[in-house]
C-alpha cells in the first residue's frame, strides 16, 4: 500500500464547508419551497439561513478558487483535449463500477496528486465547479434581492426564469448529494475517502504491477 | 360675533382672470364641432349645471375666510374633478343643500375644513354605505372617534374632488412617512414586498385578496394606459379566452403575444401585485397589532391570494379593466415567459419543476439501490462461475 496526499488543506477545508453548506442549503431551499409540506422551521427562519449560508459558500467557493489558481494543483482540472481519449476512458471507467469493482478488477484510473480524478470525475466536477454552482450563486444572489438587481433580472428573462433555474440546479445538486455521497463510499474500506477528504488528506492506493500505484474512485 | 363673521373673498385679479377666461371659453366655443372634439379638455364632459358651479369654483383664487381667519380654498379643479369617478354624477349628487339661488348670497356656514371634512363622511355614506360600514372598525375610524386631529377622513384618502379609488402605496405614505423603514425592521425584501403588495393586502387582514397581473410597459417604465376611445384591452382578452372559463396559460401566452405583437420593439410585461378582490374591504383597514405577519400567507401553495387572478390593464381614465384568468396560469411551465415579472416564492411554483425534484430524489436514492443490486447479481453470477469451473475441474482430472 501507497499513501499519496491528494487533498491539500485548503481544499479539505473548503469541502468541509462545502458539503455542510450544500446539505443546509438543500434543507432550507426545500423549506423555503415546500413550506407547509415540510416543516423544519418558519419560512423567515428558513430564508434568513438560506441567505447567510449562501454568502458564506459563495465565499467558500473563492477559498477553492483561489487555492488553485495560485497553486499547480490547477493541473487537477486540466481538460483533456481528445474527446477519442476522454470517452474511452470514460467507457472503461464505466465498465469498472458496473462490473469490474465487484470483482476486484484494478481501477483504471491511476490516482496521484496532480490527477486525482477519473474521467468521468474530472469532467463533471469541471462542469459543477466553473458552470453549475457559479451559475447557482448567481441567481441566488438575483433573488436575494430582486428590487436591487431588477436591471440584471430583467436582462436574465425576469425573476421567473431566474428562480426556475436557480431550482432547476436545486433539483441536479439534490440528485448530485445521493450520488457523490454513495460514490465516495466505494473505497476499502468504504470509510476510506471520507477520511481522505474530510481528516488525513491522505489517500492509500494499492501498487500494481506495471503501475506502481493502485486503484481508486 | 366678529370672529365668527364668514366672508367670500375673491380678488379683483381673480375676478378679472375669471373674466378672461369665460371670454376665452365662449371664443372657443365658436369653432367648429370637429377642431373642438380634437382639442376637447375633460371639463366639456360636464353638464351644464356643473359648468355654472365651476364658473365661480373653478377659479384657483377663490377663497372663504373661516374663523380664525383661516382661510379655506373653494376651488375646485374643473378637469381634475371631470375626470374622477364622481365626474359623472355631478355637483349637485354631494352638495345637493345648495341652492343656486340663494347660494352667492348666503354661503354655507363652515367651522372649519375639518368638520366640513367630517360632515361631508356621512354624504360618501349615502352611496358608499357598504364602505362606510367596513370602516367604521378600521383603525382610521377608531382614531377619529378618539379625537385624534390626525385621523383621515374619506377626503384625506380619496380627495374631495378628483376622487378616485385608491390602492396606491403613495396614497398611505401621504401619512405614513415611516412606513418603509418600518417595514424594513422586520420585512426581508421590504422594499419588493411594498412595491408588489397593496398597503391593505396585510391591513386588512380579513378582506380576500387576489392577484392583479396588471400590463407594465417595460421599456417606458410605465403602467400601460389605453388610448381614449380605444378601449381594446378587454376585447382581446375575451377573443384570447377561447372557452370564456377565464385565461388558461396557454390563453395567456397567446394574449401576450398579441399585446407585444404590433410593439415588438416595446415589450410589455404583466407586473402582479396582490390586491383586494373588492375595494370596499380596503376600509377594514386594521393597525399594525392586527396586520398580516404571516410569511405563508403568501409564500405557500394554495395560499388565499393566488385562488383568484386578473389580467387588467389601467383604462384611459385611470381605472383598472380587468379580466379573468385561471389560478393555474401561476404554477404553469407555459407561464415562465408570459408571466416572467411575477413569482412568489413557495407560493406560484411550477409543478413541473415539483415533479422533476420528486424524480431526482428517485434517481438519487436509485443510484446506490441499484449499483448494490448489481453487485449481488455481478457476485452471484461470478460465484456460480466459480463453482461450475471448480466443479469442472475435477472431471477434467477423471478424464486425465
Excluded at chain 1, 32 to 37: A, E, K, P, S, T
Excluded at chain 2, 42 to 47: E, G, N, T
Excluded at chain 2, 278 to 285: K, M, N, R, S
Excluded at chain 2, 358 to 379: C, D, F, N, T, Y
Aim: proline letters at 4%; aromatic letters at 10%; one cysteine or more.
Amino acid at each position: 500500500m501507497q499513501r499519496i496526499y491528494v487533498h491539500p488543506l485548503p481544499v479539505r477545508i473548503w469541502h468541509l464547508i462545502n458539503a455542510i453548506g450544500f446539505i443546509a442549503m438543500l434543507l432550507t431551499g426545500a423549506q423555503i419551497r415546500y413550506i407547509g409540506l415540510i416543516d423544519l422551521m418558519s419560512f423567515r427562519s428558513a430564508v434568513s439561513v438560506h441567505n447567510w449560508i449562501g454568502f458564506v459558500l459563495i465565499g467558500n467557493y473563492f477559498i477553492w478558487l483561489l487555492f488553485y489558481l495560485f497553486t499547480d494543483k490547477i493541473r487537477v482540472y486540466h481538460p483533456e483535449l481528445s474527446p477519442t481519449k476522454h470517452f474511452k476512458a470514460s467507457f472503461r471507467q464505466l465498465q469498472y463500477y458496473g462490473y469490474g469493482i465487484f470483482k476486484g478488477s484494478p481501477n483504471p484510473h491511476q490516482v496521484s496528486a496532480y490527477d486525482k480524478f477519473n474521467p468521468m470525475q474530472s469532467m463533471m466536477y469541471q462542469v459543477v465547479m466553473f458552470l453549475l454552482v457559479p451559475l447557482l450563486a448567481v441567481t441566488g444572489i438575483l433573488l436575494w434581492d430582486v428590487q436591487g438587481f431588477y436591471g440584471a433580472v430583467d436582462f436574465f428573462g425576469g425573476v421567473r426564469v431566474v428562480d426556475t433555474v436557480h431550482v432547476l440546479l436545486f433539483i441536479f445538486f439534490a440528485f448530485f448529494i445521493f450520488f457523490h455521497v454513495y460514490m465516495g463510499s466505494l473505497g476499502h474500506p468504504p470509510t476510506a475517502h471520507y477520511k481522505a477528504m474530510f481528516v488525513t488528506g491522505y489517500e492509500e492506493v494499492e501498487e500494481q504491477p506495471g503501475h506502481g500505484k493502485a486503484a481508486n474512485t | 360675533m366678529a370672529r365668527s363673521r364668514r366672508v367670500n373673498t375673491m380678488s379683483m385679479a381673480a375676478f378679472h382672470k375669471c373674466l378672461l377666461i369665460a371670454a376665452f371659453a365662449a371664443f372657443l366655443a365658436l369653432f367648429p364641432a370637429r377642431f373642438m372634439a380634437a382639442n376637447a379638455a375633460p371639463a366639456d364632459s360636464l353638464s351644464d349645471g356643473d359648468k355654472q358651479c365651476l364658473g365661480c369654483h373653478g377659479f384657483d383664487g377663490l377663497k372663504k375666510e373661516l374663523a380664525g381667519g383661516k382661510l379655506l380654498s373653494l376651488h375646485v379643479p374643473a378637469d381634475g374633478f371631470a375626470k374622477s369617478v364622481h365626474g359623472i354624477i355631478g355637483c349637485a349628487s354631494c352638495h345637493a343643500d345648495v341652492d343656486l339661488k340663494t347660494h352667492s348670497q348666503k354661503p354655507k356656514t363652515i367651522a372649519s375644513s375639518r368638520e366640513y371634512s367630517i360632515a361631508m363622511a356621512k354624504i360618501c355614506g349615502g352611496c358608499h354605505a357598504e364602505a362606510l360600514k367596513q370602516n367604521e372598525t378600521s383603525v382610521h375610524a377608531t382614531l377619529l372617534a378618539s379625537g385624534n386631529p390626525s385621523a383621515p377622513v374619506c377626503t384625506d384618502c380619496h380627495g374631495s374632488h378628483a376622487v378616485s379609488p385608491k390602492t396606491a402605496y403613495d396614497t398611505c405614505v401621504g401619512c405614513h412617512l415611516a412606513a418603509m423603514e418600518a417595514h424594513q425592521k422586520w420585512l426581508p425584501n421590504a422594499g419588493l414586498h411594498l412595491e408588489v403588495v397593496s398597503c391593505a393586502a396585510c391591513h386588512a387582514p380579513s378582506a380576500q385578496r387576489m392577484v392583479d397581473l396588471r400590463l407594465y410597459d417595460g421599456v417606458g417604465k410605465k403602467w400601460v394606459a389605453e388610448k381614449q376611445g380605444r378601449p381594446e384591452f378587454e376585447n382581446m382578452a375575451r377573443a384570447a379566452d377561447t372557452d370564456g372559463n377565464g385565461l388558461d396559460a396557454m390563453e395567456l401566452r397567446k394574449l401576450m403575444g398579441q399585446i407585444n405583437h404590433d410593439e415588438a420593439v416595446q415589450p410589455k410585461n404583466l407586473r402582479g401585485r396582490i390586491e383586494l378582490r373588492t375595494g370596499v374591504e380596503a376600509h377594514q383597514l386594521s393597525g399594525k397589532s392586527k396586520a398580516i405577519k404571516d410569511c405563508t400567507s403568501c409564500h405557500q401553495q394554495g395560499a388565499e391570494p393566488f385562488q383568484s387572478v386578473m389580467v387588467s390593464v389601467v383604462s384611459a381614465d385611470g381605472k383598472p379593466v380587468r379580466y379573468r384568468a385561471q389560478k393555474e396560469v401561476l404554477g404553469s411551465v407555459l407561464s415562465v415567459d408570459s408571466l416572467r415579472e411575477f413569482y412568489a416564492v413557495g407560493g406560484t411554483r411550477n409543478v413541473l419543476l415539483d415533479g422533476l425534484l420528486i424524480l431526482a430524489v428517485l434517481a438519487g436514492l436509485a443510484v446506490p439501490i441499484g449499483h448494490q443490486i448489481l453487485k449481488r447479481i455481478v457476485k452471484r453470477q461470478l460465484e456460480r462461475e466459480a463453482q461450475q469451473s471448480a466443479a469442472a475441474k475435477p472431471k477434467d482430472r477423471d478424464h486425465a
